[in-house]
Every structure is written in C-alpha cells, then in structure tokens.
C-alpha cells in the first residue's frame, strides 16, 4: 500500500513538475506549426519552423530572466547561421568539411562562458547536423528564415508558460535542496555509528555535496538576480530568507563536531546515547523532507512533536551526566554535539515559521541590493576569457578540437558508405561526447541502451498496430516524455526519443522496420566515435587537471580562516565579506569533489593521482568541517578576547597552507614566518588554560559563577581542539608526496 501511494506521489510530481511541462510546451511548439501548415498545404514551413523549435529549446534554462532571453536569441541565430552554412556547403564534400570542422570547434569553445552557453552552442551543433537531414524543400535561405521563425515562436510561447508560472522553479529548487540537505542530515546520522562503512558515507557525502552547492547556485541565480534587476516581491523576500536558512543549516551540519574516537568511547559505554543523538538528527531530517514536500507538492506545512521528544530527551540525559560525571571533557564533548543539533533545530523552525506566513504582505528587511550582488558568481564573458583557452592546456580547448575532428569522420563515414539517415551518427555524436570520459562513457552506454529499448517497444507496437491516427497520438505523447526526462533519465528519454523518431517515420514509408534497424546501427557507430575518440584524442585525464582545483580549496579556506580570524577579533555584526567567503570555500571544496568524482570513473591506469587527490579532497573537507565549526561557535556563542595563542596557531595553519600551494604549483618554499618553538609555547598556554578553567570551575559554588565558568570552559575546549586539529590537517595536506 505504501509503495503505491508512492509511486502515485511520484507520478502526481512528475505530470506537475517543471519538466514535463517543457517536454509539453515543446511539443506544442512542434505540433502548431505542423498541424497549420499541413492545412493550407505548405508543411515544409511548418517543418522548418518545428526544427527552430527543436533548435531553441535546449537553451530554454530558467533563471535570471535577461539571461535566458539573450540566451535563447543567441541560440536562434546560431541555428541560423548553422543551418546556412551547412546547407550551402554540402554541394562540395571538402568545402563542408572544412566548415563544418571551423564552424564546430568555434561554437564548442564558446562554453567556456558557463551551463547556459553550453546549451546555447548545443543548438548551433544541432543546427548543422540537421542540415543533412534535407528536411526542407525550400532554398536554404527561406528554410533559415523559417527555422528563424520558429525559434521566435517557442521564445514567445515559453515565456507565456514562465509568466503563468513565474514561482514553481524557485519553489522546485528550495523544494529539492531541502531534500537534498535531508539526505545530507542522514548520513550525518549514520556516521555516528561505527557499525556503518564510515568511508564509504564520506563518499556519499562528497557527491551529495556537489548536488547541494549546484542547488544553491541555482538558487541565487533565481532569487539574488531577479531581485538585483526588477525588486521583489514579500514572498520572494521570504524564499531568499528560506535559502539563506539553508545555507546557514548547511553550514551547521557540516560543522557538527564529530570526533570519531569519543564517539566510539560512548557508544561502547553507552550505546542508547549514541542512539539518542542519531534519532533527534533523523527526525531533523523528517522534518527537512516535509518543508520539501510543502514546496514541491503544495502541501501544507505541520510541526512535528518528534523532535521536541528526541530533543528533551538527550537535554535530561545531559543533565544527569553534569551532575554525575567526573569525566568534564566526555560532558563538554556531548554538551557541544548538543548545542549544534539545537542551532540545527532553530534553523529549521525558522524555516517553518517562515513557510507559515510566506504570502503574508508585511515588509521584512533584506539587505540592499548592491550587497546582495556580492553572493552571485559571476561569469567572464571577456573576449580574453576566450582567448585564454586557445591551448592544449585546456580541457575545453581539447574537447572543442575531438568533437570537431570526430563530426569530419562521421561525416566522411557516412558519405563513404552511403548510410541511410547519416546525420543520426553525428547527432548521438553531439548528444554524448562531454569532455570528461567518465561521463561520456555514461551517456555512451545509456543512449544505446535507450534506443535498443524504444526500438524494440516500437517494433511490438508496429508489429500489432497499423493506425496512422494511433502512431500520431504516441509520437506526440512520447515527444512531450523525452524531453521531460532529458535532464534526469537519459536512458528514458533515448527510448522515448526512438519511439518517437520511429512513429514520424511509420507516417512517411512503409518499412518501418529498417529505421529501427538503422537506427541503432548509427546510434551505435556514434557511441562508438564517442567513446573511443575520448580515449584517443587529446584526453582530457583528470591526474593532468586537478591541481587548480586543489589550489582553489586550500586558498579558498585560507581566505574563510582569516575572515574567521579576523571576526573573532572584532565581534561587530557579521560582515558580508565572511559570508562570501564561506560561499566560496563551499564551492571550490564541492568542485574538488566533482573532479575526484570524474577521475574515479576512469579508467584504473589512467587514475595516476587518484589516492593523492583522494587525500586532498578528505582532508580539504575534514579541514573545512573544523573551520565551520570554529566560526559556527564564534559567531553564536559570546566568547572572550582572542587570545595571542590563537593568533600563532593561525599563523602557523596558514603558513602550511601556502607550503603545500607552492609545491603543487613548484613555486620556490616560503621563508619560515612562524617558529616551532612558538607554537609549543601556545599550544602549553591553551591546555593550560583549559586545567585552570576546569579547576575553578568545580571550587565555584555560586550558581552565577559556575554558569559564566562553564561558558568559558566550553570556549577554550573547542577552539584549542579545533585549533590542534585544523594544525595537524593542515601538516596532513603538506605531508602529501608530489607522485
């Protein structure tokens, strides 16, 4: 019963969702034009007009609104101008192979400028391999002008859908980081259990990781832009306040304090505590998937008692261990694990409260618009951003050049044999080949397996049924589906594609049967090229390119380090420049993740650096958890002045920092700033502080004292572990061999 409720959950979400209604918008955009022109007797329009609708839509990306308008028109006159070239070339084999190389390699550099100019030379690539198809019986000039013409008109159709709908996206992705940061809570979970694979959750928490900062960047595309260019309304006000909570939750939950071997000491002593914490931490995670709920299925937002339940419960257990335990650094341990899952829970409750009230109309507060700008990553769009990555440096570069060489052979391979339909192998070419193996090899092997699905589904349905009207209906149906699940299952949408493809033509020639057949051979001879020409030429190896990326996080933490520093100095209102800072830090760490994620995909002799880059990135995240957690704590808790023992560890972390960046990049050693011997001496002031404060702290019997006492003991225990531990991570990273 529960399955089936889910799986109509599932259905419910994904007929309502963003996706499907593109798939439904695109082939609505294809239909009118089809069914119009067919009526006065001129399809050949209306083909030219569904192919500038098959153009444009990639480049259809929600977000900022200019961006995606500049975006799409952009895309529209690449269409055109592919589809000229193409088209007046092909008299001349050599000509169009030398325009369609140049043609090819230019438009592949241009995704250098980000996703969305990705997408937008996706349509030039498309345009000059449908220009092979033949489709138009017009001159090639009118048919541009019409494919022209069709962009326009998904352009205006698509925004008419965004302006019925201007909420849903935002609401989909603060919907699905709430999930994603759900997910992220339960296998926090899970880590405080050494019955679980702890390395293997690490793994998963890296790959959730970049899923999660991916959400937030989209996030403040769509909340942070929008407002910087048009203002905002009282319930985007109330969505930015969600995703700021949720940045600020993320920033908790990697911070908790987890220090492994306690955590093994208790669960041998007392296991039902350990048990405790991890169902007060699932039911946090309840209740992050009802607040997703709320946002993708319009339900309505409820509080759970469970977490109050879960949270009394250890508040009582902690009670009896402060009055019963001698073992004061067992009770601060538990006592600070304790204050992290309650900031978690006000976080939380916070985003409820807020949910509650979000179409309320009273004003709250946001900050100006030119500070906001400061939290969205810009994009380089220079000409010299280009030029930059005219080199076999650049994995771009390189992409650019195999995917052009590779569209010569393809098409040399399809006039030398005289295959039917030639174009399918250059369009599986286009679809699969990514710059990366890992993920070409993925699309390789999903493509194939799609189209051997949908063209054996076809040939069922074919072999029984022998209604126009019937394939009509399915390939309709099966458009809207291919393009809905595009971006999430491409196993689906490749059969769902074939389904489609193989409908079209039932309606044009009798023998159907040998366009399943021709079907998969090309789509397999492109997967082929795909593969194989990723391997071959000019691989893009990750052990060549990971270094900036491992540079990018140890500057990225030096610099959120110093704001850290610098805060617990002051202690005024938290600046912007902090924040900024832990933006880029999570971000440069979840792209260090990303990049060990393609290199473990690879093929094992390729992966020359895999247990180095395996090193760098666990010890670039256990490095950023502690410095979260040191500012989490500083900046929630009123703390004492910083001490100058804080100040040379500091000193001493960086300065280990900025070693292991100068010899992954070979630059000459930094002379010695910091002395051992200081370093000695602060980490004996520190410890020695912890005694002092620990021994007062049970002479004290005035209530008043022992309360501000306790405060001060839970402050030096923290910040001298964490300081230790940030010093020994930061030793680890330069402790890690060159080869």
């Not at 529960?2 to 239909?31: C, P």
């Not at 930015?240 to 002593?269: R, T």
């Not at 076809?458 to 458009?479: D, E, W």
């Amino acid at each position: 019963m529960y399955n089936l409720q889910k799986i109509k959950k599932n259905a419910v979400r994904y007929v309502t969702g963003l996706d499907f209604a593109k798939g439904y918008v695109l082939a609505l955009a294809m239909v009118v034009p089809l069914y119009v022109t067919n009526l006065f007797n001129l399809l050949p329009i209306g083909v030219a007009m569904a192919l500038g609708v098959l153009m444009v839509a990639p480049s259809d990306v929600a977000g900022n609104l200019r961006h995606r308008l500049l975006g799409m028109l952009c895309a529209a006159l690449l269409g055109i101008l592919g589809t000229l070239l193409g088209g007046y070339s092909q008299e001349f084999l050599w000509l169009n192979l030398l325009v369609v190389f140049i043609f090819v390699f230019a438009v592949s550099l241009l995704s250098v400028y980000g996703f969305r100019a990705s997408l937008v030379t996706f349509t030039g690539l498309i345009a000059i391999v449908l220009s092979y198809a033949n489709l138009g019986e017009v001159a090639v000039w009118l048919h541009a002008v019409y494919i022209g013409l069709g962009s326009l008109w998904y352009i205006g159709l698509s925004s008419l859908f965004l302006y019925l709908r201007p909420n849903k996206h935002t609401e989909l992705l603060l919907g699905e980081t709430a999930k994603l940061t759900g997910d992220f809570l339960i296998l926090r979970g899970k880590l405080l259990s050494k019955k679980n694979n702890r390395e293997q959750l690490k793994e998963e928490q890296f790959k959730l990781q970049v899923s999660i900062n991916e959400k937030h960047e989209d996030l403040r595309e769509a909340l942070l832009s929008s407002r910087k260019e048009s203002g905002v309304s009282n319930s985007s006000r109330r969505k930015l306040l969600i995703f700021i909570d949720l940045v600020d939750l993320l920033e908790l939950v990697v911070a908790h304090p987890i220090n492994y071997q306690y955590i093994d000491e208790i669960e041998e002593e007392e296991p039902s505590m350990i048990t405790k914490y991890q169902e007060l931490i699932f039911e946090m995670s309840q209740q992050l998937f009802h607040i997703s709920e709320v946002f993708i299925d319009n339900s309505k937002i409820t509080s759970s008692s469970n977490v109050y339940q879960s949270f009394k419960e250890i508040e009582s257990f902690l009670q009896e261990e402060k009055s019963s335990t001698l073992n004061s650094n067992r009770f601060l341990f538990l006592q600070n694990m304790f204050d992290f899952e309650m900031k978690q829970i006000e976080k939380i409750n916070s985003i409820e409260r807020v949910l509650k009230n979000i179409h309320q109309r009273n004003k709250i507060k946001i900050q100006p618009k030119a500070e906001i700008q400061q939290f969205i990553t810009p994009i380089d769009y220079s000409f010299r951003n280009l030029i930059q990555q005219l080199s076999l440096n650049s994995p771009i570069f390189r992409h650019a050049l195999r995917l052009a060489l590779l569209m010569i052979i393809g098409v040399l391979i399809g006039s030398y044999f005289q295959v039917q339909n030639s174009y399918w192998i250059l369009l599986t070419l286009i679809v699969i080949l990514r710059p990366s193996y890992g993920l070409t090899k993925q699309r390789s092997k999903h493509r194939i397996i799609g189209t051997f699905i949908g063209g054996a589904v076809a040939f069922i349905i074919i072999l029984f049924v022998q209604n126009p009207l019937v394939y009509m209906i399915l390939g309709v149906i099966c458009l809207i589906l291919a393009f809905s699940m595009i971006q999430k299952n491409y196993v689906g949408a490749a059969a769902f594609i074939t389904l489609n493809v193989v409908f079209i033509y039932a309606l044009l020639q009798p023998n159907v049967l040998n366009v399943i057949q021709y079907r998969v051979i090309d789509t397999i001879i492109g997967s082929g090229l795909a593969f194989f020409g990723n391997f071959i030429l000019w691989p893009s190896w990750e052990s060549s390119f990971y270094k900036k990326n491992v540079v990018d996080a140890l500057e990225a933490n030096i610099n959120y380090l110093r704001e850290i520093d610098h805060f617990y100095h002051t202690k005024v209102n938290l600046p912007n420049s902090y924040k900024v800072a832990r933006k880029k830090a999570f971000i440069a760490m979840g792209n260090l993740s990303a990049t060990f994620q393609r290199m473990a995909q690879e093929p094992k002799s390729k992966r020359t650096a895999y247990r180095r880059l395996y090193k760098y990135n666990v010890f670039n995240y256990t490095f950023l958890s502690s410095l979260a957690s040191l500012g989490t704590f500083i900046r929630n808790h009123k703390t004492t002045q910083a001490s100058h023992s804080f100040e040379t560890y500091i000193n001493h972390i960086e300065s280990n920092l900025r070693q292991t960046i100068n010899r992954i990049e070979h630059k000459n050693p930094q002379k010695k700033i910091t002395s051992t011997e200081d370093l000695k001496k602060a980490s004996a002031f520190l410890e020695n502080e912890t005694i002092r404060l620990n021994s007062q702290y049970l002479k004290k019997e005035n209530l008043k004292h022992r309360e501000e006492l306790q405060s001060h003991r839970k402050e030096a225990q923290l910040i001298t572990e964490q300081l230790k531990w940030l010093y020994e991570i930061s030793l680890n990273l330069k402790k890690i061999p060159k080869k």
